[in-house]
């Protein structure tokens, strides 16, 4: 049942003069799950997350959002959700409280819940007490929160994510993880398009990867790990035994390194029993595992290669035609002030009233 479902999109086509960004993708993400957008560049995710976010139409297809069209209903689908592309978009001379005030007025909170919300976005994002200090002091891990609470003001019942956990330490990818996971468990359909495909094996329910413009294939995360054979990775104290080893085994021509011997490709049974023989055989394995994670396996079946960074054109072209009063600052800002002004311009039409709040 669609109902079911935050995000639904059904042959989406979109073209920009000759060249097909999507061509025919399909693509639904449940409520209380996090759904993985997983392809190469170019693949079309950013396209697909701009027309999820109502910020481009598509040429053909059907696309529901909340149960809204956004190509009819833009407003109703951004009252329900939150958008947090891959730069912030901060208004770094404003300080945290400041900035969480200022979208919480685009979005037309009563003071009551602007009060309530920047609050508890505070305290979620652990950035209390940095609340009264302006935006350029924070790490990009603080920003990458903040951002991620800006997009949460409002409660939405639907999350759009495009490559939150760029450029972020391992600290702030827990941390990530952790709050998408509990987005998920208070029921929010969350979308996320990532190329960091260890993390999304733990943050990740389902995962749709998507190459040239299409569908390759839809998944439970739980079910990559039966799906196919992947190569394996192991290491001994004594690489010349591990190496007649594996030769009495049957695998031969496996030269070993500081890192270990990759092996070929094996189904989870078969590096068991292989493992299993080398303990026998007095092998001291000291590591032993596949090599990716099923994640990276399952995505290099799925890939097609296809061309240049398209959607980072794409976006690049979009933002400079919407952003287009965000002229050079003094202080060289111009970009990140730029994307602001979409976002609040974004938050305020998801209220009805078109007006951008100034700060």
Known sequence: MDGDYGIVARGVCRSF????????????APYGQVTALVGPNGAGKTT?????????????????VGGIDPVTDP???????????DAFGLYDRLTVVEYLEFFARAYRLDRARTARRVAEILAATRLVEYAHRSVH???????????????????????LLDEPASGLDPHSRIELRDGLRGLAAAGVAVLVSSHILAELEEIADRIVFVSAGQTAGEYEVGDLAN???????????????????????GIGGMAPNESGVVLPPMLEEQAADLLAAL???????????????????????????????????????????????????????????????????YASVASGQPEVPRA
């Open 75 to 85: 407003v109703g689908v951004r009252r329900q959700t939150g958008w947090m592309p």
């Open 17 to 28: 003069g000759r060249v097909d960004a999507l061509r025919g993708i399909d693509l639904t």
């Open 227 to 249: 799906a196919g054979p992947m190569p394996w990775r192991v290491r001994a104290t004594d690489p010349a035994a591990l190496s007649l080893a594996l030769v009495d085994y």
């Open 279 to 345: 303990v026998s055989a007095g092998v001291r394995v000291v590591a032993f595992g596949p090599v990716g994670g099923h994640l990276e396996s399952s995505r290099n079946a799925a890939w097609i290669p296809y061309g240049p960074d398209l959607d980072a054109l794409l976006l690049a072209s979009f933002l400079d035609v919407v952003a287009g009063s965000a002229t050079a600052s003094p202080d060289g800002a111009s970009g990140t002030r730029g994307l602001a002004v979409v976002l609040a311009a």
């Open 137 to 159: 002091v924070l790490s990009r891990g603080q920003k990458q929160r903040l951002a991620l609470g800006r997009a949460l003001l409002h409660e939405p019942r639907v999350v």
């Open 48 to 64: 697909l997350m701009l027309i999820l976010a109502t910020l481009l139409a598509p040429d053909r297809g059907e696309v529901r």
